[in-house]
């Protein structure tokens, strides 16, 4: 049971053009979601989170745009850097008392120059 | 500020060894995950730690897989015996606060291939 899903596995664009990467999830309890980006031989990090009481998040180049009715997710980039190609995961946190987060299977993100 | 340690980075096993993983958070966290991440997957949470008590081991295999935190500070995680399908890189993650969970800080990981 696939609770965070991220269609796509992977994902190529151009220097300085948009990049949108999606998510979509199942459980209407999840009241947080966050995206991490990993790089090879490395542990995620922390890119941006957006509360569900929210439907836009912005951080620089980051922006997160959350649709509670449709229970999806996406993250843009603009512009797209070649440094940014890594995988991204997409994370949702379920309320509760420990607030586990479940993960995406992650989208290979390249940036081409 | 050092970040999370893991070792070894690497491992290779065959079947029905034993292995163990060590992870150091980083200084003054509160709170340490273990994840499961299997090639073309998440990472999936296998137990999480507040101080040296378990929060959530629902995930973990607890047939085969034990963990434990000593005085709230270092974790070691256990896979006895080893199957193939253990195949994966572990994660070990800290945080300093129970309810930011983007505050989680994640080690390299360590890769297990079993054989």
């Known amino acids: 049971d696939q609770q965070v899903k991220q269609n796509s596995p992977s994902l190529s664009v151009q220097e300085g053009r948009i990049s949108i990467l999606n998510c979509d999830y199942t459980?209407?309890?999840?009241?947080?979601f966050l995206w991490y980006k990993k790089y090879p031989a490395e542990g995620p990090t922390f890119l941006i989170s957006i509360s569900s009481i929210k439907d836009k998040n912005e951080d620089g180049r980051f922006t997160v745009f959350l649709n509670k009715s449709a229970k999806h997710l996406s993250l843009h980039i603009v512009p797209s850097q070649p440094g940014d190609s890594a995988v991204y995961f997409c994370a949702a946190r379920s309320g509760g008392s420990n607030y586990k987060l479940t993960f995406g299977k992650g989208t290979l993100l390249t940036v081409n120059p | 500020e050092a970040g999370v340690a893991q070792s070894p980075r690497y491992k290779i096993i065959e079947k029905r060894q034993s292995v163990a993983f060590w992870c150091n958070p980083i200084s003054g966290h509160a709170t340490l995950y273990w994840y499961q991440q299997i090639l073309g997957q998440g990472p999936k949470l296998l137990i999480q730690?507040?101080?040296?008590?378990?929060?959530?081991d629902s995930q973990l295999p607890k047939d085969r897989f034990s963990a434990e935190r000593l005085k709230g500070v270092d974790s070691t995680l256990k896979i006895q015996p080893a199957k193939l399908e253990d195949s994966a890189v572990y994660l070990c993650?800290?945080?300093?606060?129970?309810?930011?969970?983007?505050?989680?800080?994640f080690g390299p990981g360590t890769r297990l291939l079993v054989l």
């Open positions: 459980n209407s309890m999840f009241d947080y």
């Open positions: 993650a800290s945080s300093p606060e129970w309810t930011r969970q983007e505050t989680q800080y």
């Open positions: 730690f507040q101080n040296n008590g378990v929060v959530d």
